[in-house]
């Protein structure tokens, strides 16, 4: 990793170095913070955590040939080189913005209530087609998976597109500190993390803390169709490119054409020009999606005729939308997480199946004290999305119960206190072609479900 030696890793993190001199000019070839990734050369991040102490794991990294660590006690007899640090998350970071400084590559940074981590997938399928990019794995998207992402940048990529996600207020001000973005993506303000944001107002303040650290003449990209996004303005002397299906959006789609959950098929319209694609993930959030991805690329000066392959070759993460056929049923695996607004979305994405519509539902997370009504509304919009079973587990998800026999009594409902109790009536609940939507908050482990009906 260009100008990543040991002596400036330890200067960009206020850290004291231990260990041979001659080595203190040896750049770090990766840097991890979990053991089993370690390879030669690497640094290693000894980190704290609630059930691991990666400092136990010092001996075994250095065996496996890193090249120094990161860690807040000095090993007894350390058999390689160690910067000792206050704290080795702290460390992280100081030493992610460090490297970030130094980068040249444009940075796409996606924030937003729901659609983060898909939105993050087709903006990276486009780029694709012209730049190698660097994305997000998975949802490594807090203080601690955007400086490991960041630490993943090398010489042979050309473009990265990292996912910001935070649960509170100066959250995003520290992740633009290490991203400092080229471009600025807002997928849309929506109901999630009100514990700490209190309300649709707070979780806009708290998003845009990410041009607090935006490169200047950053871009920004937002969903002109979200009534909080709408109002924002010109910022680091850039106005915003709204996209959304409205046609006064700087980009906007149009002959939107269901094809059910083999995906959907539109034309995107920018001034006077256009292309038509077909995005191969169901549902309409996915035109959003694709409407991002075509700003973003535009704004980097990729053609139509790319912009178009790169929707075209996504490909869906397990456990966000995730379409399963088996000889028996038809699954969209959807298990990751879960708040009021993807659930809206991913009901309506069932409402497009072919033959019977059965959601599997669970509770949602970090809701306020407004959850229960939240839990409730869910319920109503299942009836409303035409959805024709709803089968519920964990005590919230009672209120999804409540909310669909008040929409329509005659709504088919069976309500579980457990996911196990679920799992064990699926045999007698469900038939042969239906199509059936498995989606709960995390700690809800819903992937169970998704593998016993696998």
């Known amino acids: 990793m260009k100008n990543m030696t040991l002596e400036k890793i330890t200067a960009a993190c206020g850290g004291s170095y231990v260990g041979p001199e001659e080595k203190k000019q040896t750049e770090i070839k990766g840097a991890v913070q979990d053991s089993r990734q370690v390879e030669p050369g690497f640094l290693f991040f000894a980190v704290k955590g609630e059930r691991v102490d990666g400092h136990s794991y010092i001996p075994s990294v250095f065996a496996k040939g890193a090249l120094a660590c990161v860690c807040e006690v000095l090993p007894e007899h350390p058999t390689g080189p160690c910067i000792v640090v206050e704290s080795t998350l702290q460390a992280l970071k100081d030493i992610a913005e460090y490297y970030r400084s130094a980068l040249t590559i444009p940075v796409v940074g996606i924030t937003g209530s729901v659609g983060k981590t898909s939105t993050k997938e087709m903006i990276a399928a486009v780029l694709s087609q ?254 409303d999305a035409g959805i024709d079973v709803l089968l519920l587990a964990g005590e919230l998800s009672r209120e999804m119960e409540r909310g669909a026999k008040a929409k329509n009594p005659d709504q088919i409902v069976h309500w579980f206190a457990t996911k196990e109790e679920l799992i064990e009536a699926l045999p007698m609940l469900l038939v042969r072609g239906d199509s059936i939507l498995v989606k709960a908050s995390h700690f809800m482990e819903f992937g169970e479900i998704v593998e016993a009906l696998k």
């Open 130 to 383: 012209r730049f190698n990019t660097l994305k997000t794995r998975g949802n490594f998207n807090n203080e601690i998976g955007l400086p490991l992402t960041l630490l993943q940048i090398r010489d042979s990529h050309e473009a990265a597109v990292v996912e910001m996600g935070i649960s509170d207020f100066g959250e995003m001000h520290r992740l633009s500190k290490m991203a400092r973005p080229n471009i600025c993506v807002f997928t849309n303000i929506g109901l999630c993390h009100l514990e700490k944001l209190k309300d649709r107002d707070g979780i806009l303040k708290a998003k845009t803390e990410m041009f607090d650290f935006a490169q200047p003449g950053a871009k920004v990209i937002a969903n002109g169709d979200d009534d909080k996004l709408i109002t924002l303005r010109e910022t680091r002397g850039s106005a915003p490119v709204f996209f959304g299906l409205e046609p006064e959006n700087d980009l906007s789609a149009r002959n939107i054409e269901n094809l059910g959950l083999d995906g959907i098929r539109c034309e995107l319209v920018c001034g006077g020009q256009k292309t038509q694609a077909t995005i191969p993930i169901p549902g309409m959030h996915m035109v959003y999606n694709a409407l991002a991805g075509a700003a973003v690329g535009l704004s980097l000066g990729l053609s139509w005729e790319e912009i178009r392959a790169g929707i075209e070759s996504l490909t869906p993460v397990s456990g966000r939308n995730h379409l399963i056929h088996t000889d028996k049923w038809t699954l969209l695996d959807d298990c990751y997480n879960a708040n009021p607004v993807s659930m809206y979305a991913s009901l309506d994405v069932l409402s497009n199946a072919l033959g019977r519509k059965v959601a599997i539902l669970g509770d949602m997370g970090e809701l306020g004290v407004n959850e229960k009504l939240l839990h409730y509304n869910v319920g109503c919009h299942a009836v």
